[in-house]
């Protein structure tokens, strides 16, 4: 009997939230993912759960009215790719999917939780806070981030919010994003580009107010991320769309300094100019807003940049093959 499906589910954040089920002793899960990618495979292994469909055949199965004793679903998959411009594609995969999902789980009773993206704040002109009346102000950057407003903007438009969890993810990173090329985060990059080279490059800041590498992200260790979303699991009364993120912006710099110190290596970072077509499409800063979340009753403690870095390259990434 199935009683979560985790779409996404062979992802950094559904591989996590899996295995964090598990460790409550949770195993009737379908994992749903595209398993497109030999790694994504690996992130599979020493799990436990019911079932795995692949993503494109979970639409059939629920139009078929299969899967009716699930009670929770955690959708979590979707492309995440910020360079991604088949607006067809994400209209279809990143936003109608949603509804889907969203309805079908609306019409059983059943708990619906789903990543919306700090992607949606676009440049943050509006701040970022989580509070329903600024959605519709947001203008995202990317053609990613707008698939995933469009959905939040639906939830909103339809009431869906006051039965629903939304979690606006922020730069989450942490074990088994290997398969993600290059939308993996910049500390597993920063890992492997260190150890093959000794030193860091960074993109070089191209605006005035920015220093190079003091360009700003709000970093979240992917455990943390899985501790939220279960949080919106136990607490069902907490619904709406919310900003999950430690509330405090980081640099660049001091991400790699991070990487360094888990490696136990003095910092050699260098710049490097970004690309001209990301220019126009880059987030210099990044912070969420927890006042909502606070609010909802969520008091988790958020690890440090520091300390979720030494977490993850000493546990998983220094364990790595070359």
């Not at 779409?7 to 460790?23: C, F, Q, R």
């Not at 411009?85 to 999902?101: G, I, V």
């Not at 440049?123 to 806070?129: F, Q, R, T």
């Not at 979303?229 to 136990?234: A, V, Y």
Request: glycine share 10%; net charge negative.
């Amino acid at each position: 009997m199935i009683k979560y499906i985790v779409t996404g589910g062979a992802g950094l954040i559904g591989s996590n939230l899996v295995a964090a089920l598990n460790a409550r002793g949770e195993t009737d899960i379908l994992v749903v993912d595209n398993l497109n990618h030999p790694m994504k495979r690996r992130n599979l292994e020493g799990l436990r759960y019911a079932g795995y469909l692949d993503k494109r055949d979970l639409r059939a199965a629920l139009r078929a009215c299969e899967y009716g004793s699930v009670e929770t679903i955690f959708h979590l998959g979707a492309c995440s790719s910020t360079t991604e411009r088949n607006l067809e594609y994400l209209a279809d995969n990143n936003t109608a999917y949603t509804r889907e999902l969203c309805e079908w789980a609306l019409a059983g009773g059943r708990r619906f939780i789903y990543a919306s993206s700090a992607a949606t704040y676009g440049g943050g002109e509006h701040g970022y806070s989580d509070a329903p009346e600024i959605i519709p102000l947001l203008r995202p950057l990317n053609a990613y981030g707008q698939s995933k407003q469009d959905f939040d903007l639906i939830a909103l438009r339809e009431g869906w919010l006051d039965r629903i969890a939304g979690l606006k993810y922020f730069n989450v990173f942490g074990p088994n994003e290997h398969h993600k090329g290059e939308m993996r985060s910049v500390v597993h990059k920063a890992h492997g580009q260190i150890r093959r080279t000794g030193s860091l490059q960074l993109f070089r800041s191209h605006r005035p107010d920015y220093r190079d590498g003091e360009q700003t992200r709000d970093f979240v260790y992917v455990r943390d991320a899985v501790a939220v979303t279960l949080f919106f699991h136990d607490h069902q009364e907490a619904s709406g769309i919310f900003n999950c993120g430690t509330g405090q912006a980081r640099t660049w710099l001091d991400l790699g300094r991070a990487v360094f110190a888990a490696m136990g290596l003095e910092p050699n970072i260098e710049f490097i100019d970004m690309p001209p077509t990301l220019r126009e499409h880059y987030q210099y800063h990044t912070e969420a807003d927890l006042t909502r979340l606070r609010a909802c009753g969520c008091n988790h403690v958020f690890m440090t940049l520091e300390a979720g870095v030494h977490d993850y390259v000493t546990s998983d990434l220094a364990r790595q093959p070359e």
